[in-house]
Nanobody, 128 residues
Framework: QAQLVESGGGLVQPGGSLNLSCVASGFNLDKYGIGWFRQAPGKEREGIACVSNRHQRTYVSDSVKGRFTISKDNAKNTMYLYMKNLQPEDTAVYYC?????????????????????WGKGILVTVSS
């Protein structure tokens, strides 16, 4: 059974850093594009960073550009979201996704994700 499990979240002070991990099981991550989404309290879920598999097309939200980095390690079957200079507005539940290039699509305006099955996510709280 295909599964993604996020870890690495928690409480961090403004200006701090976190590295979220997302381990894939039941499938090989190297065959899929990857993405990170987040949902802040009272707001809609948004795609913040995604990369397609075949052509490495990339989208990074302006709200996190220069602060967040998406990556994956195929040997570990794991994707990452490195976050630095975290701010209170980054407080959210973060979700990782992996899918084929027709289902997870980086566009100029965001990350299109054509599925509705989200995992549990991982909470990141930025507060002093």
């Amino acid at each position: 059974q295909a599964q993604l499990v996020e870890s690495g979240g928690g409480l961090v002070q403004p200006g701090g850093s976190l590295n979220l991990s997302c381990v894939a099981s039941g499938f090989n991550l190297d065959k899929y594009g990857i993405g990170w989404f987040r949902q802040a309290p009272g707001k809609e879920r948004e795609g913040i960073a995604c990369v397609s598999n075949r052509h490495q097309r990339t989208y990074v939200s302006d709200s996190v550009k220069g602060r967040f980095t998406i990556s994956k390690d195929n040997a570990k079957n794991t994707m990452y979201l490195y976050m630095k200079n975290l701010q209170p507005e980054d407080t959210a539940v973060y979700y990782c996704v992996a899918d084929d290039d027709r289902t997870l699509v980086p566009t100029t305006g965001g990350c299109y994700y054509g599925m509705s099955d989200w995992g549990k996510g991982i909470l990141v709280t930025v507060s002093s």
